[in-house]
């Protein structure tokens, strides 16, 4: 029997409430598919930081380094706001990317037939959405130094550093290309390249390694161009490949076409080591011990990490087609409310699921 160890980090706000769902939800699928799953919970994020004082303690980093894969739930909370920088959750979790060296983010956006009346755009821009952002994770402004203010000047100053090196830029293409190869074999570059020196390395360096595939069709659109074309015709796209920050803004924009952000997973990948699926949404504190948010992000996040992380093809399958189940036969939790469907909590509409695997 195939055993796995995979780390779960509850998180704070909603986190520990859809992780238990997921925890139910692996083990059934365990059951059914015949491996074994070591599930190992550790302390992440502002639960951390009251404990230990700091959002991603080394003990918890060393655990998901030794991991097989890490399924991360949510971190933060408004309470944190006025913490050092580096002491707030969001902070952990560019210190979990990086010690993970996981320069890769995926997202896929694909429109469930079940909850098309979700999206806020019409029936007939949405209907066929069905794409993949490819986000560089650990480089680009985020990361780049110089940073920080300045203070010696009349008025107050900040600066941030966008910097990149080809190296960076040719390893996510290598893994939008491989993405594009499973799909469509279609890339669109997004960059800013007729303003930024950073992005014409970008778009030239991801011009060099796609053209070593004969197989791909690539293209290369302008950030503000991309941002209009993702709410006007967003099934021209299959895999959207970008830096950092326009990935951070245009999947998020890309999440919404969907509807509800309760429904979006994500993985964070590098070459070889484990990767980090985690649901896109935050801690939702406004609803945080209610037990009425809605798991399957999470769970999404879940059947990624069994398909990309484990090569459980066949547990992640049922998974997904478990969750589509549950939709058709008209249940929902209250962020999917559509006026006529029954809405249920958050761990029912986990049993359900539970029931269909
Ligand atoms: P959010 O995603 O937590 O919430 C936005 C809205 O969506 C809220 O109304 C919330 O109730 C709703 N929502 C989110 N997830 C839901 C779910 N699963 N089911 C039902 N409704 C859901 O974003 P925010 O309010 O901007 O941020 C809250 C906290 O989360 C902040 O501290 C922020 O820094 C943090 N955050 C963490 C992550 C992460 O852990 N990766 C990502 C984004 C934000």
Request: proline share 4%; net charge negative; glycine share 6%.
């Given at each position: 029997?195939?055993?796995?160890?995979?780390?779960?980090?509850?998180?704070?706000?909603?986190?520990?409430?859809?992780?238990?769902?997921?925890?139910k939800?692996?083990?059934?699928?365990?059951?059914k598919?015949?491996?074994?799953?070591?599930?190992?919970?550790?302390?992440f994020g502002?639960?951390?930081?009251?404990?230990?004082?700091?959002?991603a303690?080394?003990?918890?980093?060393?655990?998901c380094?030794?991991?097989?894969?890490?399924?991360?739930?949510?971190v933060?909370?408004?309470k944190?706001?006025?913490?050092?920088?580096?002491?707030?959750?969001?902070?952990?979790?560019?210190?979990?990317?990086?010690?993970?060296n996981?320069?890769?983010?995926?997202?896929?956006?694909?429109i469930?037939?079940?909850?098309?009346d979700?999206?806020t755009?019409?029936?007939?821009?949405?209907?066929?959405?069905?794409l993949?952002?490819?986000?560089?994770?650990?480089?680009?402004?985020?990361?780049?130094?110089?940073?920080?203010?300045?203070?010696?000047t009349?008025?107050?100053?900040?600066?941030?550093?966008?910097?990149?090196?080809?190296?960076?830029?040719e390893r996510i293409?290598?893994?939008?290309?491989?993405?594009a190869?499973?799909?469509?074999?279609k890339?669109?570059?997004?960059?800013?390249?007729?303003?930024l020196?950073?992005?014409?390395?970008?778009?030239?360096?991801?011009?060099n390694?796609?053209?070593k595939?004969?197989?791909i069709?690539?293209?290369?659109?302008?950030?503000?161009?991309?941002?209009?074309?993702l709410?006007?015709?967003p099934?021209?796209?299959?895999?959207?490949?970008t830096?950092?920050l326009?990935g951070?803004?245009?999947?998020?924009?890309?999440?919404?076409?969907?509807?509800?952000?309760g429904?979006?997973?994500?993985?964070?990948?590098?070459?070889?080591?484990p990767?980090?699926?985690?649901?896109?949404?935050?801690?939702?504190?406004?609803?945080?011990?209610?037990n009425?948010?809605?798991p399957i992000?999470?769970?999404?996040?879940?059947?990624?990490?069994?398909?990309?992380?484990?090569?459980e093809?066949?547990?992640?399958?049922?998974?997904?087609?478990?969750?589509?189940?549950?939709?058709?036969?008209?249940?929902?939790t209250?962020?999917?409310?559509?006026?006529?469907?029954?809405?249920?909590s958050?761990?029912e509409?986990?049993d359900k699921i539970?029931?269909?695997?």
């Amino acid at each position: 029997m195939k055993k796995y160890k995979i780390v779960l980090l509850p998180g704070d706000g909603i986190g520990p409430e859809i992780s238990e769902v997921s925890k139910k939800v692996l083990i059934k699928l365990s059951k059914k598919h015949n491996f074994d799953i070591e599930i190992i919970e550790k302390s992440f994020g502002g639960i951390a930081y009251e404990k230990y004082g700091t959002p991603a303690p080394d003990e918890t980093l060393e655990q998901c380094k030794k991991s097989d894969a890490v399924l991360l739930a949510c971190v933060g909370d408004i309470k944190y706001d006025s913490l050092a920088r580096e002491l707030r959750p969001e902070s952990g979790l560019l210190k979990l990317r990086s010690a993970l060296n996981l320069f890769a983010n995926i997202r896929p956006v694909k429109i469930r037939k079940s909850l098309i009346d979700a999206s806020t755009l019409k029936k007939e821009i949405v209907e066929n959405v069905d794409l993949i952002v490819v986000r560089e994770l650990i480089g680009g402004i985020y990361f780049g130094e110089p940073r920080g203010h300045i203070t010696n000047t009349k008025i107050p100053k900040a600066f941030n550093t966008m910097v990149y090196d080809s190296s960076e830029i040719e390893r996510i293409t290598e893994i939008a290309i491989k993405i594009a190869n499973q799909r469509n074999k279609k890339i669109c570059s997004v960059d800013k390249s007729n303003v930024l020196e950073v992005s014409q390395l970008w778009r030239d360096t991801v011009l060099n390694i796609t053209s070593k595939d004969k197989n791909i069709s690539i293209s290369n659109m302008y950030v503000d161009n991309a941002a209009m074309q993702l709410v006007r015709d967003p099934s021209q796209f299959d895999v959207i490949l970008t830096s950092n920050l326009f990935g951070d803004i245009l999947s998020d924009l890309a999440a919404m076409l969907t509807g509800s952000i309760g429904m979006l997973p994500s993985a964070s990948l590098n070459n070889n080591g484990p990767g980090v699926f985690e649901p896109v949404h935050g801690s939702a504190p406004d609803i945080a011990g209610k037990n009425i948010a809605n798991p399957i992000a999470m769970l999404l996040s879940a059947s990624m990490m069994l398909k990309i992380g484990l090569n459980e093809e066949e547990a992640a399958e049922n998974l997904e087609t478990a969750v589509d189940k549950v939709l058709s036969k008209g249940f929902r939790t209250a962020d999917l409310y559509d006026g006529y469907s029954e809405v249920l909590s958050c761990s029912e509409i986990g049993d359900k699921i539970i029931d269909e695997i």
